[in-house]
């Protein structure tokens, strides 16, 4: 058994013999990190599981979203206007959430897509570049196509989701 540079046993040849980049900074290692961490791995999850975070984080926005919306539109006198204004607050949260569930997988769907590796051995002031061998090149993309992809897929259409809602509302409001 031989550990390969991405730190696994494989009962083949290692991929390089001489792969300098430490285990922590190989965009395979980061995907596996990200794809197991309780945050990014959120955007992995079923429909079910997907959704349910943006309902909790959503629900529980309307804490503040609710009493700053009732300041300028009272309720118990313009209940849709407050609704709107509470509900467009409200989305705040769940959006900030999503942007950085967004921004993380792109940023390691880019390391897997590259054909170099850019890494530190000991600080900021020594960095490397290690080219990937062919075979790990295409295994790193093939997860990009097949694990990334899907993911910043969903991510995009959330934010359009959020964007018909905000027109919606913006049209509603207008028409007041």
């Known amino acids: 058994?031989?550990?390969?540079?991405?730190?696994?046993?494989?009962?083949?040849?290692?991929?390089?013999?001489?792969?300098?980049?430490?285990?922590?900074?190989?965009?395979?290692?980061?995907?596996?990190s990200?794809?197991?961490?309780?945050?990014?791995?959120?955007?992995?999850?079923?429909?079910?599981?997907?959704?349910?975070?943006l309902v909790i984080w959503w629900g529980l926005s309307w804490i503040v979203a609710g009493p700053v919306a009732a300041v300028s539109f009272p309720p118990e006198k313009v209940p849709i206007l407050f609704s709107i204004v509470a509900t467009v607050g409200a989305l705040t949260l769940p959006a900030l959430a999503l942007v950085q569930?967004?921004?993380?997988?792109?940023?390691?769907?880019?390391?897997?897509?590259?054909?170099?590796?850019?890494?530190?051995?000991?600080?900021?002031?020594?960095?490397?570049?290690w080219m990937k061998p062919?075979?790990?090149?295409?295994?790193?993309?093939?997860?990009?196509?097949?694990q990334v992809k899907p993911i910043l897929r969903r991510i995009r259409n959330t934010f359009g989701l959020f964007a018909m809602l905000l027109l919606g509302l913006t049209v509603t409001w207008q028409f007041l």
Request: glycine fraction near 8%; aromatic fraction near 14%; include cysteine.
């Open 34 to 53: 990200m794809r197991d961490s309780w945050f990014y791995r959120w955007g992995s999850c079923a429909l079910i599981g997907y959704i349910r975070p």
């Open 101 to 129: 569930l967004y921004v993380g997988w792109l940023h390691v769907g880019r390391r897997l897509q590259r054909p170099d590796v850019p890494y530190e051995e000991s600080g900021w002031y020594d960095g490397q570049i």
């Open 1 to 32: 058994m031989v550990i390969q540079c991405d730190g696994r046993f494989s009962t083949m040849p290692a991929i390089s013999s001489q792969c300098p980049v430490p285990p922590e900074q190989l965009p395979i290692n980061e995907y596996e």
């Open 134 to 146: 062919e075979d790990v090149l295409s295994r790193d993309r093939l997860i990009m196509d097949y």
